[in-house]
């Protein structure tokens, strides 16, 4: 089984006030801001630039003990994982698994627009922690023969 992998879907920097650093994103650089939820099941509020592949996602601890949390407290603002989207989730993390990478989740869990996500642990990864993510197509992506669906 061959598995196949659409290419890059976000990079999430992390901080630590979201409202003060969406300007920075939106005014400063030019990203158009598309989108701004609260993912309860990954304690994170998220802020995301673009559409389509290759959005910039800013993300910030909801609460003190989370994953994110931890690493802001020890690591401070910065990189916090590349995205890649895949065709198929179980697949990609079976075939990381043979070769070595060793999953943060076990199995795929809810992700933000309602995608299917899993974690590999960054010393699979070369040092940097990868988020598998199955989506439903952005809503955002614009549609082919002209227009563009909101959400
Ligand atoms: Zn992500």
Redesign the pocket.
């Known amino acids: 089984m061959t598995v196949r992998a659409k290419g890059l879907d ?1 990079v ?1 920097i992390v901080v630590r006030d979201l409202e003060e650093s969406i300007p920075l994103w939106r005014d400063a650089l030019g990203l158009e801001l598309t989108h701004v939820e609260e993912v309860p099941e990954q304690a994170v509020k998220t802020a995301i630039f673009g559409h389509g592949m290759g959005r910039v ?1 800013l ?1 910030c601890p909801t609460t003190q003990d989370s994953g994110v949390a931890k690493f802001l407290t020890s690591r401070g603002e910065g990189l916090h ?1 590349v ?1 890649i989207e895949v065709e198929d989730i179980e697949s990609a993390m079976d075939s990381l698994r043979k070769a070595g990478a060793p999953l943060i989740d076990k199995e795929p869990r809810p ?2 627009g309602g995608a299917r ?1 899993a974690f590999v642990h960054p010393k699979g990864m070369r040092g940097v922690l990868t ?1 598998l ?1 199955q989506g439903p197509p952005d809503p955002a992506t614009p549609v082919s023969g002209g227009g563009r669906r909101r959400p």
Do not use: S
């Open positions: 976000h999430a996602e993300i994982h995205c992700g933000a996500v988020e993510r």
